[in-house]
C-alpha cells in the first residue's frame, strides 16, 4: 500500500506540535515565558497561575511609605515582578485549582522561588490560610528590615478584598488604621 504524501506531512507537522508546543512536561511542570498579570497571578502559554501560599496587593490597593504619602503598591509589586523575571523562563509546579479556575503553583525562575522573593521584599504577605507558614521567616525578615510595605502602613489585601466585595472603594478600603497584622 503507498502512502500519501500528504497525510505524512500532516502526520508529521501534528506530532511536532504535540511535542515541541506543550508547556506541561510529564512532571506536570508549567514553564515558559511569563506575563504579569498583578502581584500574585502570572500567566504562561494561556494559563493563568495564582502563586501558592502568598497574597500581593491588589492593583488598585493604596499603601503609605515612610514619608506617609500614598502610592499604588499592587502595581509596585507587579512592576517589580516583571522586572525582576525580565525575559527569564519561569518554571511552576502546580499544588491545586482556586474558585477561579486558576491553577495555584510555586513558580521560580533561576532556582529563586517567586512567593519567598516577594514576601521577602516586602511586595507580598506570607497568606497563612494557605501557606501554613512557609514564608512566615522571610515576612519576618522583610518586617524588621522595614522593606517594602513594612515601610510604612497598609491594610493586608485580603481585607481589602472583602472592604471592596462590602462595597468600599479603593482609598476607603486601603487606608484603616495604618496598623500591621
Known amino acids: 500500500m503507498e502512502a500519501d504524501p500528504l497525510k505524512a506531512v500532516v502526520l508529521a507537522t501534528l506530532l511536532a506540535l504535540v511535542l515541541f508546543s506543550h508547556d506541561v512536561s510529564a512532571t506536570g511542570l508549567i514553564e515558559g515565558q511569563a506575563s504579569i498579570i498583578d502581584g500574585d497571578t502570572l500567566e504562561i502559554h494561556g494559563t493563568r497561575i495564582r502563586l501558592w501560599g502568598i497574597d500581593a496587593p491588589e492593583s488598585s490597593q493604596l499603601c503609605r511609605g515612610n514619608n506617609s504619602l500614598l502610592y499604588r503598591c499592587g502595581a509596585k509589586t507587579a512592576n517589580e515582578l516583571d522586572a525582576f523575571i525580565a525575559t527569564r523562563p519561569i518554571s511552576c509546579e502546580p499544588v491545586s485549582r482556586d474558585v477561579y479556575g486558576r491553577t495555584v503553583a510555586t513558580c521560580s525562575v533561576g532556582g529563586v522561588d517567586l512567593g519567598d522573593w516577594l514576601v521577602r521584599g516586602g511586595l507580598a504577605f506570607d497568606w497563612p490560610r ?5 514564608y512566615d521567616a522571610a515576612q519576618r525578615e522583610a518586617d524588621h528590615a ?4 513594612w515601610a510604612g502602613s497598609y491594610v493586608v489585601p485580603w481585607a481589602y478584598r472583602a472592604c471592596i466585595n462590602q462595597g468600599g472603594r479603593p482609598e476607603g478600603c ?7 497584622p
Open 130 to 134: 494557605y501557606s501554613k507558614g512557609k
Open 174 to 180: 486601603s487606608d484603616h488604621s495604618g496598623t500591621k
Open 146 to 149: 522595614g522593606r517594602g510595605v
